[in-house]
Structure formats: structure tokens, C-alpha cells
């Protein structure tokens, strides 16, 4: 158990819905970090939180927005979605910002858009 | 553009045998590498890390190697236990730049230890 939640652990939608995945840090992590995995493209860096802040954004869709809320939770935020949007999205956390800090990854949420 | 390139998507491996998992990166601007484990229906976990200020990192039974001038790590375990059989993944960064915390993974490599 790494001590990130991810909710919820699946979800099945229809093309054109709106989903929000949420993921809780480790106690004292500062960074949140989305991941998403799928098939063909391997874990792929979307977006990074520290301390409330973005930090960091990798090639996030602009239909995907993500935010740190004040108690460090984060929610990641999909819309308008794709079948190709079907994929495992890891939230992870670490202390600190930098990539040399140890981040843990949560179980993930499995999205399948039908 | 795959930065981070494992080539070998898959690896067996005898008990008791080292496993030697290959990594190659084309980025110069990463210089700290990681290596990570996932179980099926799990997370990543991290297993070792490695700065380029150093060509060699070991943990136990496990050793990653750094060459920077071919952009090339692996990561050896010895001995390989059934336990150990699980998709590795190599990951780089550039620690410390602009960018942050954002870890580049390469597409895994799945090891199956047989007893």
C-alpha cells in the first residue's frame, strides 16, 4: 500500500461525458502527478501539482483540466471524452517537486469510454 | 518520439539466475533515472535510482548501471527470485530543471522468473 487513494477504481462511460477522477497525496506530499496508461502508449505524464500550483504539464489534452485543492487532494478532469480516452490513470505523489524525490503511485482508476 | 526506449518487451528468466533489463535514452538533458516495478492491478513501485554524477547504484540484490556517453542504463537482479516477476519500467528526468517532477517512462519490460 503505497498511501495514495485513487476513486473510484472503475468507471464506464459514454463518448461525450464528463468524468472527474479524484486522488488523495500520501500524508506530507506536496506534488501530485497524473499519469496515464494505455495500450499502445505506455505511461504518459500529464500533469503536475505542487502545493496547489501547476508545476509541470506534459501532452495534456486541453478537453482534460486537473487542480490541487487547498487540503492537497487532486481531481483530474475529463470531458467531452473519446473512445481513445479508454486508459488507466494513475495519480502519484511525492515530498517534493523535483523528479529526484521518490514518487508513489496510487492502484489507479480504469476508464472505459464505450 | 519515444525519449526513453526499452527494446526488449519481454524477459525469462531461471531462479536463482541474474536478470539483466536494458534500458536507452535519447534526451541529454535527463540525468536521474529511476526504475520501477508494477504488479498487475497495482501501481508503479520504485525499486532504484541513479544520478548521472555516478555509473553504478545497488540495493541489495539489485544494481543499475549508468553509461552515460551510449545513453544507456540496466538495471541487474541477482539472484532473481519468482517474486521478482512483474513489468519494470525504466523512467528519466531532468532533476531539478523546468521540468520538474515530470518522469518520462519507457514502454516496460515484462520479467517472468521461473522456478
Known amino acids: 500500500d503505497s498511501g495514495v487513494t485513487q476513486t473510484p477504481k472503475h468507471l464506464i462511460t459514454a463518448t461525450g461525458q464528463r468524468v472527474t477522477l479524484r486522488c488523495s497525496p500520501r500524508s506530507g506530499d506536496l506534488s501530485v502527478y497524473w499519469y496515464q496508461q494505455s495500450l499502445d502508449q505506455g505511461l504518459q505524464f500529464l500533469i503536475q501539482?505542487?502545493?496547489?500550483?501547476?508545476?509541470a504539464k506534459g501532452n495534456i489534452l486541453e478537453r482534460f483540466s486537473a487542480q490541487q485543492f487547498p487540503d492537497l487532494h487532486s481531481e483530474l478532469n475529463l470531458s467531452s471524452l473519446e473512445l481513445g480516452d479508454s486508459a488507466l490513470y494513475f495519480c502519484?505523489?511525492?515530498?517534493?517537486?523535483?523528479?529526484?524525490?521518490?514518487?508513489?503511485f496510487g492502484p489507479g482508476t480504469r476508464l472505459t469510454v464505450t | 518520439d519515444q525519449q526513453v526506449k526499452q527494446n526488449s518487451p519481454s524477459l525469462s528468466v531461471q531462479e536463482g539466475r541474474i536478470s539483466i533489463l536494458n534500458c536507452d535514452y535519447t534526451?541529454?538533458?535527463?540525468?536521474?533515472f529511476l526504475w520501477y516495478k508494477k504488479y498487475p492491478a497495482e501501481g508503479p513501485t520504485f525499486l532504484i535510482s541513479?544520478?548521472?554524477?555516478?555509473d553504478k547504484n545497488e540495493d541489495g540484490r539489485f544494481t543499475v548501471f549508468l553509461n552515460k556517453s551510449a545513453k544507456h542504463l540496466s538495471l541487474h537482479i541477482v539472484p532473481s527470485q519468482p517474486g521478482d516477476s512483474a513489468v519494470y519500467f525504466c523512467?528519466?528526468?531532468?532533476?531539478?530543471?523546468?521540468?520538474?517532477?515530470?518522469?518520462?517512462f519507457g514502454q516496460g519490460t515484462i520479467l517472468t522468473v521461473h522456478p
Open positions: 501539482y505542487y502545493n496547489g500550483e501547476e508545476r
Open positions: 534526451n541529454s538533458m535527463f540525468d536521474y
Open positions: 523512467a528519466a528526468t531532468g532533476a531539478g530543471g523546468t521540468s520538474y517532477g515530470k518522469l518520462t
Open positions: 502519484a505523489s511525492s515530498v517534493g517537486a523535483s523528479g529526484d524525490y521518490e514518487q508513489y
Open positions: 541513479i544520478s548521472s554524477i555516478k
